[in-house]
T-cell receptor, first 116, second 115 residues
Framework: DVKVTQSSRYLVKRTGEKVFLECVQD?????MFWYRQDPGLGLRLIYF???????EKGDIPEGYSVSREKKERFSLILESASTNQTSMYLC???????????????FGSGTRLTVV | AQSVAQPEDQVNVAEGNPLTVKCTYS??????LFWYVQYPNRGLQFLLK??????LVKGSYGFEAEFNKSQTSFHLKKPSALVSDSALYFC?????????????FGAGTRLAVHP
């Protein structure tokens, strides 16, 4: 069964810590995405990557960075965690544009991060 | 710019009754539309998609969606709701701007099915 795996389901970190959220996909997808989900705001795109070592800012990149050293792995980094980054973080992957009919995204199970 | 709107924050339905979760879209070109469902503390799961062809699309768990081009809508429906259908539902449209395959999501609609 193909899937997207996020390394942690729940995470509690202290303000100011550097936080790494890991995501691995086994579908050989070109695109990978990080979203945060907050009540009433839906899913907001933080960063995405369309190839190894390539990245693009989404709608809310401030306070975050990403790393994609291998095709299957996409990491989200909170450089200095703050309480307003407490949220549910969702990773997803998809085929590249133009590769035929797409089923949209495949999502990981999410990481619920609490910053205290 | 592509966008989707889900006008209802919450939909309440009695078990056994039909349900509708609304979605309208705004796109340039032909729309690729999706519905996803999210159960508590889980990621989003694909339900169904519209790419082209028949306006009535059938998906997982007995759900279907009706594409209406003139009303720019893609409402999710089910003839008989189950308590287990209670979840958060997201409509999405594919955005190919910049040559990237991205999805733009609505804010989500919480479906509550009461026994």
């Amino acid at each position: 069964d193909v899937k997207v795996t996020q390394s942690s389901r729940y995470l509690v970190k202290r303000t100011g810590e550097k936080v790494f959220l890991e995501c691995v996909q086994d579908m050989d997808h070109e695109n990978m995405f990080w979203y945060r989900q907050d009540p009433g705001l839906g899913l907001r795109l933080i960063y995405f990557s369309y190839d190894v070592k390539m990245k693009e800012k989404g709608d809310i990149p401030e306070g975050y960075s990403v790393s994609r050293e291998k095709k299957e792995r996409f990491s989200l980094i909170l450089e200095s965690a703050s309480t307003n980054q407490t949220s549910m973080y969702l990773c997803a992957s998809s085929e590249a544009a133009g590769q035929g009919v797409s089923d949209g995204y495949t999502f990981g199970s999410g990481t619920r991060l609490t910053v205290v | 710019a592509q966008s989707v709107a889900q006008p209802e924050d919450q939909v309440n339905v009695a078990e056994g009754n039909p349900l509708t979760v609304k979605c309208t879209y705004s796109v340039s070109g032909n729309p690729y539309l999706f519905w996803y469902v999210q159960y508590p503390n889980r990621g989003l799961q694909f339900l169904l998609k519209y790419i082209t062809g028949d306006n009535l699309v059938k998906g997982s768990y007995g759900f279907e969606a009706e594409f209406n081009k003139s009303q720019t809508s893609f409402h999710l429906k089910k003839p008989s709701a189950l308590v287990s259908d209670s979840a958060l539902y997201f409509c999405a449209v594919r955005d190919l701007s910049g040559g990237y395959n991205k999805l733009i999501f609505g804010a989500g609609t919480r479906l509550a099915v009461h026994p």
